[in-house]
């Protein structure tokens, strides 16, 4: 396999620590609203990369994160909690906020087929350790309290710049953050105290005063404690490099004194209008949405599929159909292998398929192959195929009224009655089956 690692800048041959237990991490949502079609493009890349991990032989050990407290309203340490903000929103407690949208967001984790992570981790179920990791910064030198909190010390990180090539010279006091008490314009909240008259529903005491920790510190945490010092892959959108993720490798190879991680891999944004999608634009969409359009899920999934992790993609509903009419080709396809029972090994075209996407997760070249191929396609390369990418193409058995009434229309077909052959046909088609026939006799495939 070959991936572009963002600390390199590069396409790097993917070398793990342990190819039985290949440690990657995942940026998760942040629990306090509906996740859009722009979040769960991330997520659906990432799917790739763990089921392509494992065509190439590989044991993904996969940690996705859900961050229930600490994301501030701005990467300046500044605002309320996320969370607090939902909250507010809905008249809910902050715990009550944060379970609604977990099970909302793994319930369309669901939808979209992605593989469950080996372990999903709430930010709250390790405050402890966050606790003691910060201790450990603070012994050896890298914090320093201000009236408001315990901040990391970027100063004294010399590497602090490298991952994502920042000019901090060249950062203007306001740039980025605002400097308030600060030593240096990218320093950051390990940790929050709560100032007097401020109403937080989540507090911890931590050095004798209530607080809540820093957002950067929690994947950390979760890696440290779950992974340990070195993992193999970290995931995430672009947006994350130049803060999130810049801060987490400060804070965890200040730490340990370890390389925090051997491969980054970060998606571009799609966009709407040209424009990032946000809720702070307004431009967004849930899958939801999509569904009230009739734009299935995996519908979806195959549009994002079919462009590159790296590039930017415009959204579009028309795209999208044009998305779900592929997928509904490639289902029939494999409707129909399925019915005349085309099992066999599967095809060197299967391997140029996983070939593709070995090579930094490249699925717009993996379905060209597929459509140049795809009537030669065997069963068993369809289910390689979907293995893959999960999409959906392997038919279960239809229902046994259903095989009756495909059988009724035949045997009215060969006594010439063609109108009770019709009325069969339009039956069918009210439960989106539509019977071809050939010469290996009648074919059923699913229709919109």
């Given at each position: 396999m070959r991936l572009f690692n963002t600390a390199s800048k590069t396409i790097e041959t993917f070398k793990p620590q342990n190819p039985d237990n290949v440690k990657i991490y995942t940026c998760g949502p942040t629990v306090?609203?509906?996740?859009?079609?722009?979040?769960?493009?991330?997520?659906?890349?990432?799917?790739?990369?763990?089921?392509?991990?494992?065509?190439?032989?590989?044991?993904?050990n996969r940690v996705l994160n859900l961050t229930d407290v600490g994301h501030l309203t701005s990467d300046a340490d500044e605002g309320e909690d996320k969370l607090e903000k939902g909250a507010r929103r809905e008249k809910m407690t902050v715990w009550e906020i944060a379970q609604k949208y977990i099970d909302y967001y793994l319930e369309n984790f669901r939808k979209l087929n992605l593989t469950e992570p080996n372990h999903i981790c709430r930010a709250t179920d390790f405050i402890e350790q966050d606790e003691s990791l910060i201790d450990t910064l603070i012994e050896k030198g890298y914090t320093y309290e201000t009236k408001d909190g315990i901040y990391f010390d970027t100063s004294k990180f010399s590497r602090y710049a490298d991952f994502a090539h920042l000019d901090l010279e060249g950062l203007e006091a306001g740039a980025r953050v605002e400097m308030n008490d600060?030593?240096?314009?990218?320093?950051?909240?390990?940790?929050?105290f709560i100032q007097p008259g401020e109403d937080h529903?989540?507090?911890?005491?931590?050095?004798?005063?209530?607080?809540?920790?820093?957002?950067?510190?929690?994947?950390?945490?979760?890696?440290?404690?779950?992974?340990?010092?070195?993992?193999?892959i970290h995931t995430g959108g672009i947006d994350h490099i130049p803060i999130h993720h810049t801060n987490e490798i400060a804070q965890s190879e200040s730490a340990f004194d370890k390389k925090f991680c051997n491969y980054w891999l970060h998606?571009?944004?799609?966009?709407?209008?040209?424009?990032?999608?946000?809720?702070?634009?307004?431009?967004?969409?849930t899958l939801e949405d999509l569904e009230q359009e009739g734009i299935k899920p995996l519908d979806f999934k195959m549009w994002v599929l079919s462009g590159h992790f790296q590039g930017t993609r415009n959204f579009s509903f028309e795209d999208l159909r044009a998305a779900g009419f592929r997928r509904l080709h490639w289902r029939n396809l494999a409707a129909k292998a399925f019915q005349l029972n085309q099992?066999?090994?599967?095809?060197?075209?299967?391997?140029?398929?996983?070939?593709?996407?070995?090579?930094?997760?490249n699925s717009a070249e993996a379905f060209a192959i597929i459509d140049q191929n795809s009537l030669s396609l065997s069963l068993t390369d369809w289910q390689k195929i979907d293995d893959l990418f999960g999409l959906g193409l392997i038919?279960?058995?239809?229902?046994?009224?259903?095989?009756?009434?495909?059988?009724?229309?035949?045997?009215?077909?060969?006594?010439?009655?063609?109108?009770?052959?019709?009325?069969?046909?339009?039956?069918?088609?009210?439960?989106?089956?539509?019977?071809?026939?050939?010469?290996?006799?009648?074919?059923?495939?699913?229709?919109?």
């Open positions: 306090y609203d509906y996740a859009h079609v722009g979040n769960y493009t991330s997520y659906i890349y990432w799917d790739l990369l763990v089921r392509t991990l494992k065509a190439n032989g590989y044991t993904p600060k030593h240096n314009k990218t320093d950051f909240a390990l940790w929050k529903a989540m507090r911890w005491d931590y050095k004798d005063r209530d607080g809540y920790p820093g957002w950067h510190i929690e994947c950390s945490t979760i890696i440290h404690e779950v992974l340990g010092e070195t993992i193999d998606c571009n944004f799609i966009t709407i209008d040209n424009q990032k999608i946000s809720k702070s634009l307004g431009n967004t969409y099992v066999e090994e599967h095809s060197e075209i299967t391997q140029k398929v996983i070939d593709a996407t070995s090579d930094n997760l038919p279960e058995d239809i229902e046994d009224d259903i095989k009756y009434l495909i059988h009724e229309r035949e045997e009215a077909r060969k006594n010439h009655d063609f109108e009770t052959a019709d009325r069969i046909r339009d039956e069918l088609a009210g439960s989106n089956i539509s019977v071809l026939d050939s010469n290996d006799g009648p074919i059923w495939q699913f229709v919109i």
